[in-house]
């Protein structure tokens, strides 16, 4: 199993910074692609940011500018720097990757527990 731990989330006035992070465990694993998901109260939870193993990012079209999704595969971290923020971020942030065992070729997906983030005056 990939085990992954999201720190940094917490309460920020609109217009404000937070810095998201997310460590990995690989235990064997080969990760591929990570990314960040969120969840806001009432609503599915929603891609934010993928990055791939080569460093190529996609963001989904309200934190474009705004966030920005970064890897460190020696270290086992991910992070998601986000300015700018607004009430509309207030949301559960997921920390996602897919992997794959060394001994199969079989995907799979694992998740974070979550680190809630509010913006709000």
């Known amino acids: 199993q990939v085990q992954l731990v999201e720190s940094g989330g917490g309460l920020v006035q609109p217009g404000g910074s937070l810095r998201l992070f997310c460590v990995l465990s690989?235990?064997?694993?080969?990760?591929?692609?990570m990314g960040w998901y969120r969840q806001a109260p009432g609503k599915q939870r929603e891609l934010v940011s993928i990055?791939?193993?080569?460093?190529?990012?996609t963001y989904v079209e309200s934190v474009k500018g705004r966030f920005t999704i970064s890897r460190d595969d020696a270290r086992n971290m991910m992070y998601l720097q986000m300015n700018s923020l607004k009430p509309e971020d207030t949301a559960v942030y997921y920390c996602?990757?897919?992997?794959?065992?060394?001994?199969?070729?079989?995907?799979?997906?694992?998740w974070g527990q979550g680190t809630q983030d509010t913006v709000s005056s």
């Open positions: 990055i791939s193993s080569v460093g190529t990012t």
């Open positions: 690989r235990n064997s694993f080969r990760i591929y692609d």
């Open positions: 996602y990757c897919n992997a794959k065992p060394r001994v199969s070729e079989n995907l799979y997906d694992f």
